[in-house]
């Protein structure tokens, strides 16, 4: 048989290599020619490309699916076709005509007729799950380098075989240093062998263990850290690796203390608060029992505190609570808790103490360090305190018999005087559950319309006509009756009752006044002003005319010497009130320390003799008063009026007004009387 010819024998290779290519279930193969029209596709390119071959063949390649990089494909292809050379195996990302993408793994191959490159064959693997897993181990890679936490890969033995650079950050120990040690035991610093047995037995059966440890770094200074131990485990499922990451939590913990901090103590002056007192109250006690030992409470309530905030602001109030807690710390030991239980109160606990005398001692401490004066803003102020002391276990077994009782105690030693100390006995506790009890209804009085306001005439000496009536607040008591304000005022001003109840008097006193008005009477309302709200009595005062119509003229405010002297801004306040066109008087004039120079300063109207100096008749003080009172331009009363013999006195002195019993029996029974009711 003749042999055949150089090209049919090269046809003959072609078709077996084109029969094999058609079967090749692994190798994508198509055949393009030099107008990049496809001209062969077997079933495999089909199924990589979900093209089948009667939809590619004749229809340009790129038709088909593109490369990420086509320009960079392109060049391949055509550095084939013009050098008649394969193209060196090359990976390729393509995006198929349904929107899939791929990862090929590429060859092309020219087919060459005579000295030309007539087709190109191109032999495609799917390597997609190879790239996706060198992706994966790329950025396992990056994690484990690039991760702010350290991390550290250890043999089955629990030995370093890798570090990544945060661990020289966090730890301060380099890898080289690492390589080889044992993790826990040799390098981190723990030292609680209890827990690394706790922690290794736990990572072997469930294959994970993490907490908080004490680790220490490279040059020994120590730090909180949060470990998390996990087992790499083989496909036999043993440990075929172990991964320790290890976190610095100072920054955490630091955040974590001040946020603990800031709940446990007062925000002002930084003491321990009533939560953080009580708490170690309870832990004193236990101790206390367990050791048959005895313990103090010291109860202080700073002595007219109210006055600061009231005279001076808040920030004056602020700056001397501060410097009362610095105070009272310097006078107990370092195992004692000084707390700021609200407001102006502080509670001191004394552990351990060693009896009552003792507990006598700290108090009379604190009263001595506290009676040095404290200047803010430029005003000395002084400082006073009234301090209840209980005795654990004489006065109770458990802590709200024992802040019950030094409670009760403290205002007893404010009712002997102020700024002293008590002990509490059991007379006390019937006080104190008096006191609260009248501090409760007081609470309900205002909603249940229990205050009353009564009216005492002043009356005009030449004329015998009434013109300001003096409203005196009355509190019908359901359990004791009516009440004067001297019987109450102080337990309301303790509960903190004082500006509801100004204002209520302030209104009440305003309508009154506008409903004479009406009645065709144009008497004048007097109100006593007291200490408290004192800085914001202004804004009351305008509150109350708007609420009620009243017109300023009509209101007259009475104050007292001691407040117009103990309050720094009470030049700035009267002003205020007068720029208001309300009515000003100092009230029982001659019983204070005012310096009569200071009069013509305030815009006051009006001075009312105290019922001491009327009563006696006491010649050369009304005279004095009186005469003061011209100079100044300011009208006169006498308070305390009872007959006609000191009203004869007050004529011939030219007094202006009286006040007293004689006013009151003057418009009894008249139809004047009826609009007082």
């Given at each position: 048989m003749p042999s055949n010819s150089p090209v049919q024998d090269a046809l003959e290779l072609i078709s077996h290599l084109v029969g094999a290519m058609e079967l090749t279930p692994l190798v994508a193969v198509h055949c393009i020619d030099d107008g990049r029209t496809v001209r062969f596709w077997n079933d495999s390119c089909g199924l990589l490309y979900g093209i089948n071959g009667a939809s590619a063949l004749g229809k340009p390649l790129s038709g088909l699916f593109t490369f990420d990089d086509q320009d960079g494909h392109d060049a391949v292809l055509e550095q084939v076709w013009t050098s008649g050379q394969p193209s060196v195996a090359t990976d390729w990302r393509v995006r198929t005509g349904d929107g899939r993408e791929l990862w090929v793994y590429s060859m092309m191959f020219p087919v060459r007729h005579g000295d030309a490159v007539r087709q190109v064959f191109c032999m495609d693997v799917d390597v997609t799950a190879r790239k996706q897993l060198e992706l994966q181990l790329q950025l396992s890679s990056q994690v484990f380098e690039y991760s702010r936490d350290a991390i550290v890969l250890m043999n089955p033995q629990r030995r370093i075989v890798a570090v990544n650079r945060a661990f020289a950050q966090v730890t301060g120990y380099t890898e080289q240093q690492m390589l080889g040690e044992d993790f826990i035991s040799a390098q981190t610093g723990f030292d609680d062998p209890v827990l690394c047995h706790q922690m290794w037995r736990q990572v072997d059966q469930d294959g994970h263990w993490q907490g908080e440890v004490a680790s220490r770094r490279a040059d020994g200074d120590p730090f909180p850290g949060w470990l998390a131990l996990t087992a790499i485990r083989d496909a036999q499922g043993k440990a075929a690796n172990y991964m320790g990451i290890l976190s610095d939590i100072s920054d955490r913990k630091k955040s974590e203390e001040q946020t603990r901090h800031m709940a446990e103590h007062d925000f002002l002056t930084d003491l321990p608060n009533r939560v953080l007192f009580l708490d170690r109250l309870s832990l004193a006690l236990m101790a206390a029992r367990r050791h048959q030992s005895m313990l103090a409470i010291l109860y202080i309530d700073l002595d007219h505190f109210k006055q600061v905030n009231d005279t001076l602001g808040h920030h004056a109030g602020d700056a001397l609570l501060k410097e009362v807690a610095l105070r009272l710390v310097r006078c107990v030991r370092s195992a004692d808790t000084v707390s700021r239980y609200g407001g102006d109160e502080f509670l001191v606990l004394l552990a351990d103490v060693g009896g009552s005398d003792q507990a006598a001692h700290v108090a009379g401490s604190i009263l001595q360090a506290l009676a040095q004066p404290c200047t803010v803003d430029?005003?000395?102020?002084?400082?006073?305190?009234?301090?209840?002391?209980?005795?654990?276990?004489?006065?109770?077994?458990?802590?709200?018999?024992?802040?019950?009782?030094?409670?009760?105690?403290?205002?007893?030693?404010?009712?002997?005087?102020?700024?002293?100390?008590?002990?509490?006995?059991?007379?006390?506790?019937?006080?104190?559950?008096?006191?609260?009890?009248?501090?409760?209804?007081?609470?309900?009085?205002?909603?249940?319309?229990?205050?009353?306001?009564?009216?005492?005439?002043?009356?005009?000496?030449?004329?015998?006509?009434?013109?300001?009536?003096?409203?005196?607040?009355?509190?019908?008591?359901?359990?004791?009756?009516?009440?004067?304000?001297?019987?109450?005022?102080?337990?309301?001003?303790?509960?903190?009752?004082?500006?509801?109840?100004?204002?209520?008097?302030?209104?009440?006193?305003?309508?009154?006044?506008?409903?004479?008005?009406?009645?065709?009477?144009?008497?004048?309302?007097?109100?006593?002003?007291?200490?408290?709200?004192?800085?914001?009595?202004?804004?009351?005062?305008?509150?109350?005319?708007?609420?009620?119509?009243?017109?300023?003229?009509?209101?007259?405010?009475?104050?007292?010497?001691?407040?117009?002297?103990?309050?720094?801004?009470?030049?700035?306040?009267?002003?205020?009130?007068?720029?208001?066109?309300?009515?000003?008087?100092?009230?029982?004039?001659?019983?204070?320390?005012?310096?009569?120079?200071?009069?013509?300063?305030?815009?006051?109207?009006?001075?009312?003799?105290?019922?001491?100096?009327?009563?006696?008749?006491?010649?050369?003080?009304?005279?004095?008063?009186?005469?003061?009172?011209?100079?100044?331009?300011?009208?006169?009363?006498?308070?305390?009026?009872?007959?006609?013999?000191?009203?004869?006195?007050?004529?011939?002195?030219?007094?202006?007004?009286?006040?007293?019993?004689?006013?009151?029996?003057?418009?009894?029974?008249?139809?004047?009387?009826?609009?007082?009711?």
């Open positions: 430029g005003h000395v102020l002084p400082i006073a305190a009234s301090i209840g002391i209980s005795m654990y276990p004489t006065d109770g077994g458990n802590i709200d018999d024992l802040i019950a009782r030094a409670d009760a105690a403290m205002y007893h030693a404010k009712n002997s005087g102020r700024n002293s100390f008590q002990f509490f006995n059991p007379h006390m506790h019937a006080q104190a559950s008096e006191r609260a009890g009248l501090e409760q209804r007081l609470r309900t009085a205002l909603d249940a319309g229990e205050f009353t306001l009564h009216y005492l005439p002043e009356i005009d000496v030449r004329s015998g006509r009434p013109v300001v009536m003096e409203a005196l607040l009355r509190w019908r008591d359901p359990a004791r009756g009516v009440q004067a304000p001297e019987q109450f005022l102080a337990a309301a001003e303790a509960a903190g009752l004082m500006p509801a109840i100004t204002q209520w008097v302030l209104r009440a006193a305003c309508g009154a006044a506008q409903r004479w008005r009406a009645a065709g009477q144009e008497w004048v309302v007097a109100v006593n002003v007291s200490a408290v709200q004192f800085a914001q009595l202004p804004h009351v005062v305008e509150q109350a005319l708007a609420a009620t119509g009243l017109p300023a003229e009509g209101l007259e405010l009475e104050l007292t010497e001691e407040l117009l002297m103990k309050c720094p801004d009470a030049q700035a306040v009267l002003q205020a009130l007068h720029g208001q066109g309300v009515r000003l008087a100092i009230d029982d004039f001659g019983t204070g320390y005012s310096r009569l120079g200071l009069l013509k300063d305030y815009p006051v109207g009006k001075l009312k003799i105290d019922r001491s100096f009327t009563g006696a008749q006491d010649d050369a003080v009304i005279s004095a008063t009186i005469a003061v009172a011209r100079s100044l331009q300011m009208q006169v009363a006498a308070e305390g009026v009872e007959t006609t013999a000191q009203l004869e006195l007050l004529r011939q002195h030219g007094c202006d007004l009286y006040q007293g019993l004689l006013a009151e029996q003057h418009i009894k029974g008249s139809k004047l009387a009826q609009l007082l009711r």
